[in-house]
């Protein structure tokens, strides 16, 4: 069965750094670009970064760049994502997704994990 | 903010035909191919239309995408009370080298 599972959201506090991460199942990561997406309570999708199906080239989202990145264990078959010294503003579902077509066509996605920030 | 603008609220009467635009500009829709996803309530995003007017395996042909120019919608017909929920247009846009969302479209159903 092809599906993603993400993990590593909870209640953390202003400041502190976590890792989400997106297990990968009934497909190999490294044939696809893969894409991080947040969704805030209440609010819209927010696309926040993208790995290569060759794990050389990401992207960013200006919003993120610079505390958040994105990268991949292809041996495990996951996807991570390094969130450093997080606010408030962080707090929502985290969601990854895979891009079926490499143009940003996202046809599985997780069922998100998510992320609290609060003092 | 997002840079694709999207009505925040849509609805249509059972078996009518709905649309939901998306406005962009020449450095996202303009030049590359639009996807849309459907939300349902709790639930991750759905792809229902890719490369503007392609349907995935499993989506109702009531379900048809479009691209014109800087702009693309996304049509619904015989509009279904399962259909209720929130719609999503998505683009890469080249000159922030990002995939962007529209703010998503409300759909109800009467």
């Known amino acids: 069965q092809v599906q993603l599972v993400e993990s590593g959201g909870g209640v953390v506090q202003p400041g502190t750094s976590l890792r989400l991460s997106c297990a990968a199942s009934?497909?190999?990561?490294?044939?696809?670009?893969m894409h991080w997406v947040r969704q805030p309570p209440g609010k819209g999708l927010e696309w926040l970064a993208v790995l290569s199906h060759d794990g050389v080239t990401t992207f960013h989202a200006d919003s993120v760049k610079g505390r958040f990145a994105v990268s991949r264990d292809t041996s495990k078959n996951s996807l991570f994502l390094q969130l450093l010294a997080v606010g408030t503003e962080d707090t929502a579902v985290y969601f990854c997704a895979r891009d079926w077509t490499g143009n940003g066509a996202f046809d599985i996605w997780g069922r998100g994990t998510m992320v609290t920030v609060s003092s | 903010q997002s840079i694709l603008t999207q009505p925040p609220s849509a609805s249509g009467t059972p078996g009518q035909r709905v649309t939901i635009p998306c406005s962009g500009d020449t450095s996202n829709i303009g030049t590359n191919a639009v996807h849309w996803y459907q939300q349902l309530p709790g639930r991750a995003p759905k792809l229902v239309s890719f490369?503007?007017?392609k349907r995935p395996s499993g989506v109702p042909d009531r379900f048809s995408g479009s691209k014109s120019g800087s702009s693309a919608s996304l049509a619904i017909s015989g509009l279904q009370s399962e259909d209720e929920g929130v719609y999503y247009c998505?683009?890469?846009?080249?000159?922030?080298?990002?995939?962007?969302f529209g703010e998503g479209t409300k759909l109800t159903v009467l």
């Open positions: 009934g497909f190999t990561l490294g044939d696809f670009a």
């Open positions: 490369f503007n007017d």
């Open positions: 998505s683009v890469w846009d080249d000159r922030l080298n990002e995939q962007v």
